[in-house]
């Protein structure tokens, strides 16, 4: 069993930055995938990113490719988001999420682990 807690949301403007955490409890973080996706107002859940249990490889969606990076501290149990030149589309609250690496990463269903989700908001 694995919970997750996201932080480091917030109301920033275009071209800012920002870092979100994921911090997990419980055991065998490090043999999950830990990925982010996130939701706006009416719209469905979306695949971010994601890294495999090693951190040695990242895929990233087409719309974050290039500004966002993904990382993780096995030994810190944490999940990390790097956004950067960050635009009033990425406006939406991120979940962390974790579990065994599949094909499937870009699906929610892929996942067994949700975090509750941090909200970014991005001004124009």
């Known amino acids: 069993q694995v919970q997750l807690v996201e932080s480091g949301g917030g109301l920033v403007q275009t071209g800012d930055s920002l870092r979100l955490s994921c911090a997990a409890s419980?055991?065998?973080?490090?043999?999950?995938?830990v990925s982010w996706f996130r939701q706006a107002p009416g719209k469905e859940r979306e695949f971010v990113a994601v890294i495999r249990r090693s951190g040695g490889e990242t895929y990233y969606a087409d719309s974050v490719k290039g500004r966002f990076t993904i990382s993780r501290d096995n030994d810190r149990k944490k999940g990390y988001l790097q956004m950067d030149s960050l635009k009033p589309d990425d406006t939406a609250a991120y979940f962390c999420?974790?579990?065994?690496?599949?094909?499937?990463?870009?699906?929610?269903?892929?996942?067994?682990?949700w975090g509750q989700g941090t909200q970014v908001t991005v001004s124009s």
């Open positions: 999420a974790a579990g065994a690496f599949s094909r499937r990463y870009m699906s929610s269903s892929a996942y067994d682990y």
């Open positions: 419980g055991r065998f973080f490090s043999s999950y995938a």
